[in-house]
Antibody
Framework: QVQLVQSGAEVKTPGASVKVSCKAS????????MHWMRQAPGQGLEWMGR????????NYAQNFQGRVAMTRDASVSTAYMELSGLRSDDTAVYYC?????????????WGQGTLVTVPS | QSALTQPPSASGSPGQSVTVSCTGT?????????VSWYQHPPGKAPKLLIY???KRPSGVPDRFSGSKSGNTASLTVSGLQAEDEADYYCSSCAGSNNLVFGGGTKLTVL
């Protein structure tokens, strides 16, 4: 069965970077884009970007351009999202998600979420 | 501020129907048929309910339905059940390399 397992919670100081991992299993990792979303406390979901695990090509949301880097290690079926220049408003639960087999922008498999806390 | 506008709350009694709206622009909801809806219980990962405006993944009850008119998409939950109480989010692609979400609607089953 498809599973996305994310790394554990992090507490970071302002200005630092955080790198969240997402280990995939149960399917061919290189066949599906991996997307990253986040949800800040009391806020809605926000799309951060996606990576093609086969080529490494990325697309980032404009809000995160220059601060986010998505990478992957296909040998261990793991995608990574690194966010730099952390601010208190980056405190959020970060999710990785995989699209439907027949889809592009709709996600039927999600990681369990990783809480990143940046104290003000 | 989210790109798509949803009402912050909606409610209905068990057995009733409730509709949640999701308003965007011609650059997202109105321009593409890639609207999705998710149910997001507290502390859990979102669950896909509707994709491509009105399609249901296998396993999603037909009590959940989606539609779109112009720049506004809608999710209707029929035959409300207590277990439907959760946050609901819409999303839409916005061009070939962008995805936007709504701010979420908290559905309360009275």
């Amino acid at each position: 069965q498809v599973q996305l397992v994310q790394s554990g919670a992090e507490v970071k100081t302002p200005g630092a970077s955080v790198k969240v991992s997402c280990k995939a299993s149960g399917y061919t990792f290189t066949k599906y884009y991996m997307h990253w979303m986040r949800q800040a406390p009391g806020q809605g979901l926000e799309w951060m970007g996606r990576i093609n695990p086969n080529s490494g090509d990325t697309n980032y949301a404009q809000n995160f351009q220059g601060r986010v880097a998505m990478t992957r290690d296909a040998s261990v079926s793991t995608a990574y999202m690194e966010l730099s220049g952390l601010r208190s408003d980056d405190t959020a639960v970060y999710y990785c998600a995989r699209p439907l087999t027949t889809g592009v922008w709709e996600f039927d498999y999600w990681g369990q979420g990783t809480l990143v806390t940046v104290p003000s | 501020q989210s790109a798509l506008t949803q009402p912050p709350s909606a409610s209905g009694s068990p057995g009733q129907s409730v509709t949640v709206s999701c308003t965007g622009t011609s650059s997202d909801v109105g321009g593409y048929n890639c609207v999705s809806w998710y149910q997001h219980p507290p502390g859990k990962a979102p669950k896909l309910l509707i994709y491509e405006v009105s399609k249901r993944p296998s396993g999603v009850p037909d009590r959940f339905s989606g539609s779109k008119s112009g720049n506004t998409a809608s999710l209707t939950v029929s035959g409300l059940q207590a277990e439907d109480e959760a946050d609901y989010y819409c999303s839409s692609c916005a061009g070939s390399n962008n995805l936007v979400f709504g701010g979420g609607t908290k559905l309360t089953v009275l």
